[in-house]
């Protein structure tokens, strides 16, 4: 691995934890963020004449500083009243690395920040898959649904308010959790979310924030221990992940459900899942909430033996409950599909047609393609792959759409 492929693998995997020190560090979001794009660019210059250093993350985490107080120095010259708070910031040591836990404290005190009651519910989630999981703003707006232009506005407004309400990068207090909750639950899940279906790219898993997402999932569990809500969404998260192992084939393609061996599949990581599930069930006292419902979902297919044996009635009935809580075109979706395997596909091409394309277009021509494949008609299962393949986000899924498509020949 040659110095700049070094470089990207560690700001791939460090560079969150390198931000949010920072962020602490500095108390500016984006001071912190041109301050890690510098230390980037200098290791871009430095390393391949000097060689990787021993603690790339160390290296970057210094430079980074070192470039942020030199911006505040400049600042500080200036007689305005900006350069008052620059220069108590210069004033101060720089701060030694800390260890491991700290930094991971860091990263949830920046999800707590994003989430601060004074930004609006989706700038407070917009900002954090931002800023927590590096996501580009195209791909956070297909997740919201909105144009590009207006997302990119958004993030401007939520930087600007979190800097002229100086609001603090802290832990809030225990009173000020509960309120808080709901939105970093929601950071959590699409970070998840991202990971088990990237929205981009030509991995058909982002094992990094699948890792990233239950870390931050059980820190917030240990903040909050017993909330039904916080152990349903780690049973989540785990519940899914467990299948990760046969999720890919050897090529990097996808594998359906229906064709992974469930033998692969981590054991550990389902019983667990599981486990936390029932204990979210007894604590809730009757009364789900959308992870713990989204959690049976995923429990349904995680403990089928087989996908003969899978229990398609609870899931649509599942899928109803979901449904209750809000219109969610992906759970519709899903439903539709489930009501195929329940009743067979001619129910499940009415189901399609009630809710209309989608968003993610590609999933329901795929799912169109599937139920007319069953009742055998090629010719026109043919035209909604090809429709699916024009549509699909990412290389991966244009190779398994295409896969499909030529086994009808």
């Keep these: 691995m040659n110095a700049e492929d070094r470089l990207t693998e560690t700001v791939r995997v460090e560079g969150r934890r390198l931000l949010a020190t920072l962020v602490r560090t500095l108390g500016s979001l984006q001071l912190a963020e041109d301050a890690v794009q510098d230390a980037v660019l200098a290791a871009l210059a430095s390393w391949p004449r000097t060689g990787v250093p021993d603690d790339p993350r160390a290296w970057l985490t210094v430079t980074a500083r070192r470039k942020a107080y030199d911006v505040l120095r400049r600042e500080a010259v200036r007689p305005a009243k900006e350069g008052a708070a620059s220069r108590e910031l210069v004033a101060e040591e720089v701060v030694p690395m800390e260890p491991e836990s700290a930094v991971r404290d860091d990263l949830l005190r920046l999800v707590f920040t994003c989430c601060h009651p004074a930004l609006a519910r989706e700038a407070q989630v917009a900002l954090a898959l931002r800023t927590l999981a590096g996501l580009d703003v195209a791909a956070i707006a297909r997740a919201f649904l909105v144009p590009e232009a207006t997302m990119a506005k958004r993030l401007v407004r939520a930087r600007q308010k979190i800097a002229t309400a100086h609001i603090p990068y802290r832990l809030p207090s225990d009173a000020e959790l509960p309120e808080r909750l709901p939105s970093v639950l929601a950071v959590v899940h699409l970070i998840a979310t991202e990971g088990y279906a990237p929205s981009s790219g030509d991995g058909v898993v982002r094992v990094d924030l699948e890792v990233e997402a239950i870390r931050l999932a059980r820190l917030v569990a240990e903040l909050m221990p017993g909330e039904p809500e916080v152990l349903a969404l780690l049973a989540l998260l785990l519940l899914s992940a467990g299948r990760r192992p046969a999720r890919v084939d050897a090529a990097g393609d996808p594998v359906l459900l229906a064709e992974q061996d469930r033998s692969r599949w981590d054991a550990a990581a389902i019983r667990e899942g599981a486990g936390l599930l029932a204990e979210a069930v007894r604590r809730s006292g009757g009364v789900a909430g959308p992870y713990q419902l989204q959690a049976h979902l995923a429990a349904c297919h995680s403990t089928a033996p087989s996908w003969a044996d899978t229990d398609w009635y609870r899931i649509v009935d599942l899928y109803d409950l979901v449904l209750t809580l809000g219109p969610n075109p992906a759970v519709a979706l899903n439903r539709a599909v489930a009501v195929g395997h329940r009743d067979g596909p001619a129910a499940e091409l009415d189901a399609l047609a009630a809710i209309g394309r989608p968003a993610r277009g590609h999933l329901w021509h795929a799912a169109r393609a599937d139920a007319l494949t069953r009742l055998g008609r090629s ?29 009808l020949d």
């Design 379 to 407: 010719a026109d299962a043919r035209a909604e792959l090809e429709s699916a393949v024009t549509l699909a986000p990412t290389a991966p899924d244009r190779r398994l759409l295409t896969r499909r498509l030529a086994a």
